[in-house]
């Protein structure tokens, strides 16, 4: 069991990690390309950068913006996001690994704090899959994996948490580790080709927008000719 | 945030019912509510495929589609924004789910993946259904892109709405009265789209100036086809039929300021009804504004109060006229705040005594354009000057926005479901005069408060600029006449 924990928590989590970057890397980089060449075909280049980034961080950072629409819905969300990005990457435990691997660490979370957020991701990723459940008007445009997703990152942070806080027998450990790589290792796997992907994309979306409300000039000569509507009545 | 109450089950059926004929529904193979063309019903969704296909191939929407499909979450945050939605609680109005209908067509027909999973699955094929679907769904829409604001994943709904109007219409789904309009406009012998003989234009012109002497007893001119101006004005050209006080009002502020100005008879509509369901018309009419102001060899081109109007003249002038070397376009509204800050105008703060409220035109204000110059405008003059919440980039739209006022067959839909959200917020701010400086939202929300009996009169700005200008006559600057042919 030891063999296998340290071939997932090394190779295969080195693996699955390179596939997350390079996928997430990939997609970052083919909207970057895509959005640079429909603004180089675009007759008006003229960009309000200041509505972009205004509009931009309102969402990285919502704070304006949570509030006066479901405000249970979204309030939950954004506490569920900052724990699902801060436990993975500043728990003690974790600083350790990358240290062995990477040779160098960085600061860690305190202990209580790690506590705090560990059981404040799992109620909020409950709750959010409550609350799309049990919502009219989620539950009728959600797709198989908007339900998988929250219960996906459950597993981490139950199993995770089980290992971390509860006096449990060794081979039980062992058990809840093995579910807890594994399960981390299938989410950086899946993570770029799902919606999870809005990781790095969604700091793109008002940039993308902008450019795509920026049309190509002389469009309508050239959709006549392939569609053979030339010379065609209005 | 506001909120409105869903519909009842009677109101439901008013908004729904469709006046089309049941011989028509089956000969077109369609049931939507608002009159279509006879188009060729054969292989749709072959010929939507292919219409699509082209528009991808030409235009930078590819992008757009790529990034949604990649990141879209369905949080139904929009749900809860959609005026539409919130009055039918149907959960296909949701803006998320109508920007799947495409979206889904995209991921099947157009990604590797989508044809992949098609092929070994045999299925996802686009079909006459969801053709009708769309069809239905993205007339529901009022374009307004309010939803595309409350979006965390910044999915602009109102972009996919667009696209998808355009890819319909090229298959010969679109709304008649509109197609119509746009025909007249580009190849009628008025060239505008509500049919005005130059002749008749002359005629109206001459009798606002009689109107305006009679009632200010200031001779203001409406110049027409004169050269070399600074501004070259493009209003709705139904604003010469239905919106006379509005026209009153910006030709007495040019009077006050004395800059020179026309509106040309070779052109002279500032309506594009391209914006709203093909990008094809909307580049014709867009260069026959440039056109005309060419023609005329004047500076800028200066738009009336409405909202689609100046964004189609703001946004795609340049996309389609030149680029960084197209002429500047300006509302009114910029023209008119600016003059007054400049002092040139003087305003009589005792005309206008009732409670005024501002509506922004979604066109206007959703990309924060023009927002605080009207509201400083009208506190100015205005003693009871009130705000209707929300306002500015969050405005609520009037339920008539994305063309869908043109629609005329489709009033009760807009007036029910479209604008109820809208009846609220009116009937809240307790205004009895509503400022809306579109030519669209002034007709909609006149029929919206009708429809849904509410004491409050619609007007421009420039209908109320014009009650409250005050011409001294010492101080009254000739108006500018450039040398060049009248």
């Known amino acids: 069991m030891e063999d296998l924990l340290k071939l997932l928590t090394g190779p295969v989590f080195r693996l699955c990690f390179a596939i997350m970057l390079l996928g997430l890397l990939r997609i970052f980089f083919l909207d970057i390309w895509s959005a640079y060449s429909a603004y180089r075909k675009a007759g008006d280049k003229t960009m309000p950068w200041k509505l972009i980034f205004s509009r931009s961080m309102e969402w990285i950072f919502p704070a304006k913006r949570i509030a006066h629409n479901r405000p249970f819905y979204s309030v939950f969300s954004v506490l569920f996001h900052i724990g699902l990005l801060i436990v993975p990457l500043f728990l003690f435990a974790h600083v350790q690994l990358w240290k062995e691997s990477l040779g160098f660490g960085w600061i860690t979370l305190p202990y209580q704090w790690a506590y705090i957020l560990t059981i404040s991701t799992i109620v909020f990723a409950v709750a959010l899959f409550i609350g799309r459940l049990l919502n009219k008007s989620s539950s009728f445009i959600s797709r198989k994996q908007d339900y998988l997703w929250p219960l996906i990152l459950l597993v981490p942070f139950v199993t995770g948490f089980v290992c971390a806080h509860l006096s449990v027998n060794p081979k039980i450990y062992q058990s809840f580790m093995l579910m807890h790589v594994l399960s981390a290792d299938l989410i950086f796997i899946l993570i770029p080709f799902t919606k999870i992907a809005h990781c790095v994309l969604m700091p793109l979306s008002q940039f993308v927008c902008t450019i795509a409300w920026k049309f190509p000039p002389e469009t309508d000569d050239a959709v006549c000719s392939t569609l053979n509507k030339k010379g065609a009545k209005v | ?486």
């Open chain 2, 1 to 486: 945030m506001l909120k409105t109450n869903q519909i009842s089950p009677e109101e439901n059926k008013k908004a729904f019912t469709s006046i089309r004929k049941k011989e028509v529904n089956e000969r077109q193979n369609l049931n939507v509510r608002y009159h279509i063309e006879d188009f060729n019903v054969n292989d749709r969704p072959q010929r939507f495929l292919e219409a699509f296909a082209a528009i991808l191939k030409h235009s930078n929407y590819k992008m757009a589609l790529d990034h949604f499909i990649r990141m879209s979450a369905k949080c139904s945050r929009c749900a809860t924004t959609c005026q539409v939605y919130q009055a039918t609680g149907d959960p296909k109005d949701i803006p998320c789910y109508r920007t799947e209908l495409l979206l889904s067509v995209y991921r099947r027909h157009f990604t590797m993946g989508g044809l992949l999973k098609g092929r070994l699955s045999g299925s996802g094929f686009l079909t006459d259904e969801k053709i009708q679907e769309m069809a239905e769904s993205f007339w529901n829409c009022t374009a307004c892109r309010r939803c595309s604001l409350e979006c965390p994943s910044g999915i602009d709904h109102g972009l996919i709405t667009h696209l998808g109007r355009y890819i319909l219409s090229e298959i010969g789904i679109a709304p008649r009265a509109l197609v119509v309009s746009t025909r007249e406009q580009l190849e009628g012998t008025t060239g505008n789209t509500s049919a005005i003989p130059v002749p008749a234009l002359k005629d109206t012109l001459e009798f606002l100036e009689d109107d305006m002497f009679e009632e200010k007893n200031v001779k203001i001119k409406f110049p027409i086809d004169v050269e070399n101006t600074d501004y070259v004005f493009f209003p709705a050209v139904s604003d010469f039929l239905m919106e006379a006080e509005s026209l009153m009002g910006i030709a007495a502020v040019f009077k006050a300021t004395g800059d020179s100005w026309t509106t040309g008879t070779g052109y002279f509509d500032g309506i594009n009804y391209g914006l709203f369901y093909s990008d094809r018309m909307l580049e014709r009419v867009v260069k026959k504004v440039d056109a005309e102001t060419k023609r005329l060899k004047g500076k800028n081109i200066l738009i009336g109060e409405c909202g689609h109007a100046s964004r189609s003249a703001k946004y795609f002038i340049p996309t389609y006229c030149g680029g960084k070397d197209a002429l500047p376009v300006i509302n009114i509204m910029e023209y008119t705040y600016k003059v007054w800050k400049e002092g040139r105008l003087k305003f009589d703060p005792d005309v206008v005594t009732e409670k005024v409220a501002y509506h922004d035109p979604c066109n206007i204000a959703r990309q924060r354009w023009i927002i605080e110059k009207p509201r400083e405008l009208l506190k100015a003059f205005c003693k009871n000057y009130v705000e209707m919440t929300p306002n500015r980039e969050n405005n609520i739209c009037c339920g008539g926005g994305g063309g869908t006022v043109s629609i005329d067959e489709i009033r009760p839909y807009r007036t029910t479901v479209g604008g109820k959200l809208k009846a609220d917020q009116i009937r809240k701010s307790g205004c009895s005069i509503l400022v809306a400086p579109c030519a669209n939202c002034k007709k909609q929300l006149r029929e919206l408060v009708e429809d849904q009996k509410i004491d409050c009169q619609v007007v421009g700005l420039h209908d109320l600029i014009y009650k409250a200008i005050i011409f001294d006559e010492s101080k009254v600057v000739q108006q500018k006449l450039p040398e060049g042919k009248v």
